[in-house]
């Protein structure tokens, strides 16, 4: 059994997740209008990932015969002002769930709960891949420098993503 307090934690961690999935599923709403579409494709894929990332500790919290509790989840920015300030927002944002994914696992040491320390785990390095994805994306822009041809090769080139 959890504790009441890891079991709360885990719950708020499904409401940032999916989170993630609104603000990215946002976004991509938002390179669509930009005529972005392989900018588009890519968030719609993470934005699906983000949702699997919450299946995750919702599945957890049914398995160790916790009660899943869902909370309104917060509405996203809508607009950006360029591909390389939607992609620092991103990066930033995948921080802050490192942050909270760090959280989680002290307070898993904390109480000695070695079952939701070694679920977790996979969430460590997840967050390593996360950051370094958006990173790399924020770097890319920076090089094209808002350059039409460099924004449109990147855009088909993040349009592979499956
Ligand atoms: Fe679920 Fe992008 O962290």
Known sequence: MMTDKM????????NE???SSYLYLAMSAWFELQNLPGFASWMKVQ???EHAHA????????????????KAIKEPAKEWKSPLAAFEAAFGHEQHIT???NDLMNRALAEK?????????????EQVEEEASADRIVQMLKMAAGGPGALLMLDHQ???RK
Request: glycine letters at 8%.
């Open 55 to 70: 299946m995750k500790f919702f599945d957890f919290i049914h398995e160790r015969r916790g009660t899943v509790t869902l």
């Open 17 to 19: 997740e999916l989170f």
């Open 158 to 160: 993040l349009g592979e």
């Open 99 to 101: 942050g909270r994914i």
């Open 7 to 14: 079991e709360k934690a885990l719950n708020e961690q499904i």
């Open 113 to 125: 709960d070695h079952a939701t320390a070694e679920m977790l785990q996979w969430f460590v390095k």
């Open 47 to 49: 934005a699906g990932e």
